[in-house]
């Protein structure tokens, strides 16, 4: 006998979201070191031991909320239209990048900073970027780049343009306007690399 889905989020699952979105929120008014497990439950609307119930620690609530932040970057084959020519593939994958920047920066920077002090965030980073550099090694293959392992092969190619996003959105983020601008020439960076480009 098949056990149904549940299509609505239990309670627990609600509170586990209340306490990623005040920890978001938390981040727009203090940086993360005043930030307590104290104050993202008074956020949550919860008691601090409830809070513990879900997280062991500030950092595991970080992890959590970068893990959830980090979900929206992950590219994969059904994001990409195979009919869809490598130029918009690519132009697609840096607005989609630049749009989760653009909302969730707070996050993605805490990310960067507190990935070296809290290992899981740092596990969670990495794989984002591997998993992106597999999904764009894939567009340049198909758009023509050698499928080959030396440092010129369209994998050490993604590799090495999906952190230099990575790092641009850092500090583009910062600026008014920034992360438009950096959109535009991150993807002007990448088509050039492609063959025609």
Not at 54 to 63: I, M, N, P, R, T
Not at 152 to 177: I, V
Request: aromatic share 6%; hydrophobic share 40%.
């Amino acid at each position: 006998m098949a056990t149904k889905r549940r299509e609505t989020p239990s309670k627990g699952d609600l509170r586990e979201q209340a306490i990623l979105d005040a920890a978001e929120a938390l981040l727009e008014r203090e940086h993360i070191e005043p930030m307590t497990v104290e104050s993202i439950a008074k956020g949550a609307g919860i008691s601090r031991g409830s809070l513990y119930f879900y997280f062991g620690s500030k950092q595991e609530v970080l992890a959590a909320l970068v893990a959830r932040t980090v979900a929206r970057l992950h590219l994969d084959d059904q994001s990409a239209d195979p009919g869809l020519p490598a130029h918009d593939t690519v132009r697609r994958a840096v607005e989609n990048t630049a749009r989760t920047w653009r909302e969730h920066g707070l996050v993605m920077r805490a990310a960067v900073e507190f990935g070296p002090e809290v290992p899981e965030i740092a596990r969670l980073w990495r794989d984002t970027i591997a998993n992106n550099t597999e999904a764009m090694t894939r567009v340049l293959v198909a758009a023509g780049l050698p499928d080959e392992d030396g440092p010129t092969g369209a994998a050490a190619l993604a590799q090495a343009l999906c952190w230099m996003t990575e790092r641009n959105f850092y500090h583009a983020s910062t600026q008014p306007g920034g992360l438009d601008r950096m959109t535009e020439t991150m993807v002007e960076i990448w088509c050039r690399v492609l063959p025609g480009g």
